[in-house]
């Protein structure tokens, strides 16, 4: 009886990859009638037949086991399902009661709700391998009134390893809409349960003004269960060839990754061009995190031409962090490499080295919340002391140690009162300090003091259709006015928003501290429906006791930042948020007359049709910034669902300075349950002394079925009519 019973299961077997153990669970077995011949060792069972064991479940109209022969006969229609979503239909089935050999007539087998195979006849040998013969396989959806798949593959026979998880095809033609497009005399992909195998990717098709078409068709390989590379050839039809690879591993206390290509090319002088990017992360013990990056490249416009990487700054580091609830200790070492023409790596700091360490406690006497700070911070440049570089060849190594301190008492009214103190002393060596004395200092201690005093009034009023909340805030800043003059090198992009209205000093570095007594004022007012959308508004200035002109620097005369003066420009900052699908931020800087120093803006809007996201950035000339005329810039990436299966996608970005398109491009995708095809065209029209103009075109097609990897949702299946 039991060996009438694994025989059952050998169809679904021959579906499910490494079926080829048998099990010794009791079988259920369902039947209108069941009829058992000792003398013969005969099992028949027939009528709406269903078995059920291990996860496996078999319904046929008759079962038949023969035990003299030990072989099992099974008449169909059969199904057959598994607990890996394996499906097997079938008409016919004559089976060995070991499971290892058997044959199954007008079968089709359905991996894991993606591939479909149909075969004339299914062979099932030694327990691994299924042989299927006259097979079409494909992962689309067919309806009766168009039987035809947007694509099939039709082979001579096609075996299936269920230990290696493997699908081996002989004479084997891929039909698109029908027509043969591809022949391969062999070919190996493997089933869907693979989630890593060596074989070849999804090839891209890219056409560049400047290198030609080429086709990158990348191969996988795997190193075991924690290690891969992926090599990629591309050819072009203007001679260039390229050699890109990929390789991962991931360790007990890790993982790396490294990129990189090799490229002989006609579209520079260099003999070879090339490029490395690697990172990794390490856990390297006492809770503390290791991280590395490291950037390369031959030559300033490969990168961007070869569409890798549209950085213009390479950074090089290796640090290590921990974090705690009440403390922080972390360094890093950067180098720095530019690749703009404006720029001299031997006078920029190449190589910039930080350590800190923060302890944050609650003082025993005081109260509330004291925070101490130690950071060193080193830059080195390569340039050698010249008296025309004035300075630009300075190497300085500073010392910092702060203490903060910060108490808050809450009236009955709701009302917030705060008080704060802190003080930062930065200490500095100088090598190679400004040839002009003039404009040179010596090494030096800075000490600055802050005191402040902070009151805010949070109120909140709760309504049948939304609350609201309004918070006034007024902060009183007391510290010194003067303070030696450090040249600037860490603090020159000062931005003035609501994240640092009431901070001690809204420099982003210690070159520079704001100094000066002050007012800060500000209020937020949000706005929450019930309806599921809010509204949020932060209005802030300063006032300050007198303009000491810290926020210019020569030889600007003004600054885009809004802070400069004895009081500073409004600042107002909006957003309007729908749910998860809208999203309008702007900020806002500008004067009593409305004239606007910034504007920023950036949109997002999702729906089941379409998304877009848009931003628009007006940034008044700012020669300290290194912005000698005003920008303007428009950004937009959008993609609009035309249908169910077809998809527009575009890109532009605007200067309206200059009134010309600095970028477009426009793509179209078809996505089913079986394929997706991407097909796009960009170009880029700004230029230099390493890159010019030029248009990309790239086409990638995908197919499903192979690999654990999906590509499709519910959302793209095929429907059929009727």
């Known amino acids: 009886m039991r060996a009438a019973l694994f025989g059952l299961l050998l169809a679904a077997s021959a579906a499910a990859p490494g079926f080829g153990q048998q099990s010794a669970d009791t079988a259920s077995l369902v039947a209108d009638n069941v009829v058992f011949t000792s003398d013969t060792q005969q099992l028949s069972a027939t009528g709406n037949v269903e078995i059920l064991q291990d996860g496996v479940r078999l319904r046929a109209q008759s079962i038949t086991y023969d035990g003299e022969t030990d072989t099992l006969v099974v008449t169909g229609p059969i199904y057959i399902t598994d607990r890996s979503n394996t499906l097997v239909a079938a008409e016919f089935a004559q089976l060995s009661g070991d499971l290892r050999d058997g044959v199954l007539k007008s079968a089709r087998v359905v991996y894991a709700r993606q591939l479909q195979l149909a075969a004339a006849e299914v062979r099932r040998t030694e327990g691994r391998y299924t042989q299927l013969y006259k097979t079409v396989v494909s992962s689309c959806h067919i309806c009766e009134s168009d039987p035809v798949p947007l694509w099939e593959i039709r082979s001579k026979r096609v075996v299936h390893d269920a230990k290696e998880r493997q699908l081996y095809f002989s004479n084997a033609t891929l039909r698109v809409m029908g027509l043969p497009v591809f022949y391969a005399p062999y070919l190996r992909l493997p089933d869907p349960t693979v989630k890593r195998a060596n074989g070849f990717l999804v090839p891209e098709l890219r056409s560049n003004g400047d290198l030609g078409v080429g086709l990158r068709t990348p191969y996988f390989f795997t190193l075991g269960d924690h290690a891969d590379i992926t090599l990629t050839p591309w050819l072009t039809t203007k001679g260039a060839r390229t050699l890109e690879a990929r390789y991962r591993q991931k360790f007990a206390r890790g993982e790396i990754e490294i990129n990189g290509a090799v490229t002989d090319d006609n579209a520079s002088s260099l003999d070879t061009r090339s490029y490395l990017f690697a990172d990794g992360t390490f856990a390297v013990g006492a809770g503390f995190t290791g991280k590395f990056d490291v950037e390369l490249v031959s030559d300033p416009g490969y990168l961007l031409l070869y569409d890798y990487s549209d950085k213009d700054r390479l950074d090089s580091a290796i640090s290590v962090e921990r974090a705690r609830r009440d403390e922080y200790i972390g360094a890093e070492v950067i180098h720095y490499k530019s690749l703009r023409d404006s720029e001299n790596n031997r006078t920029l700091p190449t190589i910039v080295g930080d350590a800190t360490y923060v302890k944050r406690f609650s003082p025993s006497y005081l109260g509330g919340i004291a925070t101490l700070t130690a ?40 009302m917030l009162l705060a008080a704060e103190g802190a003080v930062f002393i930065d200490g500095y060596k100088i090598r190679q300090p400004r040839p002009n004395p003039a404009l040179a200092f010596d090494d030096t201690v800075e000490v600055t003091p802050y005191a402040a005093l902070e009151w805010r009034w949070p109120m909140l009023r709760q309504g049948a259709k939304a609350n609201h909340l309004l918070e006034p805030v007024v902060q009183l800043v007391v510290t010194k006015d003067n303070r030696d003059g450090i040249d600037n090198e860490d603090s020159l992009l000062v931005e003035f928003d609501e994240a640092n209205i009431f901070e001690f000093s809204r420099f982003p570095g210690a070159d520079r501290r704001e100094q000066g007594s002050r007012l800060n004022i500000g209020m937020t007012y949000t706005r929450q429906a019930h309806a599921g959308w809010s509204l949020g508004l932060t209005v802030g200035r300063i006032f300050r006791d007198e303009d000491l002109g810290q926020f210019v620097n020569a030889p600007a005369t003004a600054t885009s930042s809004g802070l400069d003066g004895k009081s500073s420009d409004w600042l107002v900052a909006a957003q309007l948020k729908v749910g998860e699908r809208f999203d309008l931020i702007n900020r806002a800087i500008f004067d009593d007359e409305f004239s606007f120093a910034r504007n920023e ?9 379409y998304q877009l996201a848009s931003t628009f950035a007006w940034l008044e000339a700012d020669a300290s910034e290194g ?19 077809w998809t527009l996608l575009s890109e532009l970005r605007y200067d309206f300075v200059d009134d010309r398109t600095t970028e477009a491009g426009f793509g179209i995708s078809y996505q089913n349950e079986c394929a997706k095809m991407d097909l796009s065209v960009s170009r880029r029209f700004t ?29 793209f299946a095929r429907q059929c009519n009727g």
């Open 375 to 414: 950071q060193a911070h080193g830059h080195y440049r390569r340039a050698d002391t010249d008296p025309t570089n004035e300075g630009l060849s300075r190497d300085v190594v500073r010392v910092t140690t702060s203490a903060e301190w910060r108490r808050d008492w809450l009236w009955n009214n709701g």
């Open 601 to 609: 803006m950036r949109l997002g809007w999702t729906t089941d049709t």
């Open 687 to 715: 230029t230099s002394t390493s890159v010019s103009p030029t248009t990309d075109l790239n086409l990638s097609v995908q197919l499903a079925g192979f690999g654990a990897r999906g590509i499709g949702g519910a959302s």
């Open 627 to 645: 912005r000698l005329i005003d920008t303007s810039e428009f950004a937009f990436e959008g993609a609009y669902r035309v249908s169910r299966h």
